[in-house]
């Protein structure tokens, strides 16, 4: 899953939520989402963490 991009985790996200929220999930696979819905936080925070870096380290090169 590390391979996913951006727009791709954060749309199965939202799908994951919206079916929580509207009780379309039962209880038996409730967890199961849930540890791919922080799976998927963790790597959209991941990719956002690297994406500022490289910015910045551009950005950086630009002030010298």
Known sequence: MAD???SKAMQR???IIAKIE?????????SE???E???LV???KDKIERA??????VVE???L
């Open 4 to 6: 996913i991009k951006y």
């Open 13 to 15: 996200l939202e799908e």
């Open 22 to 30: 509207n009780e379309e999930i039962d209880v038996d696979e409730l």
């Open 33 to 35: 989402k849930v540890k």
């Open 37 to 39: 819905a922080v799976v």
């Open 42 to 44: 963790k790597l959209c």
């Open 52 to 57: 500022e870096l490289q910015v910045k380290e």
């Open 61 to 63: 090169k630009f002030e």
